[in-house]
C-alpha cells in the first residue's frame, strides 16, 4: 500500500505560479512512477504530467511549457511546479503512484487539492 499526501495549491491570479507537492509513505521501494492528474466538474480525470522513477518526465496538453514535475533524492515526494497558470488550469489536482510487484500493478491516489486562478 502506498499512501499519498498532498500539499500547495489555493487561489492565484492569472499569469502566477503554483507549486504543488506529494509525499508518498508505504511501500514506496515499488513505485515505478509518479503522476499529475487533474479534473474540472462534469469532466473525466485528465493526466497532466508524470514522471518515471528513473527520471522519464512527460508533459500533456497545455501543460507543455509551463509546467515542471520533479522529485526529491529519495523519490518519495514529486513536485508540480505550475507557471504562467491560466484560468482554463483551475481545477482538482491529484497525484497518482504507480505501485509494480512483479507482474501485478496497482494505483494510488492522494486526496487532491484546489487550484483556482482568477482572470
Known amino acids: 500500500q502506498v499512501h499519498l499526501v498532498q500539499s500547495g495549491g489555493g487561489l492565484v491570479q492569472a499569469g502566477g505560479s503554483l507549486r504543488l507537492s506529494c509525499t508518498a509513505s508505504?511501500?514506496?521501494?515499488?513505485?515505478?512512477?509518479f503522476g499529475w492528474y487533474r479534473q474540472t466538474p462534469g469532466k473525466e480525470r485528465e493526466l497532466v504530467s508524470s514522471?518515471?522513477?528513473?527520471?522519464?518526465?512527460n508533459y500533456f496538453g497545455s501543460a507543455k511549457g509551463r509546467f515542471t514535475i520533479s522529485s526529491d533524492n529519495a523519490k518519495t515526494t514529486v513536485f508540480l511546479q505550475m507557471n504562467n497558470l491560466e484560468p482554463e488550469d483551475a481545477a482538482v489536482y491529484y497525484c497518482?503512484?504507480?505501485?509494480?510487484?512483479?507482474?501485478?500493478?496497482?494505483?494510488?491516489w492522494g486526496q487532491g487539492t484546489q487550484v483556482t486562478v482568477s482572470s
Open positions: 497518482n503512484a504507480v505501485l509494480v510487484r512483479g507482474k501485478s500493478w496497482n494505483t494510488f
Open positions: 508505504g511501500s514506496t521501494i515499488g513505485i515505478s512512477s
Open positions: 514522471m518515471s522513477t528513473t527520471g522519464d518526465t
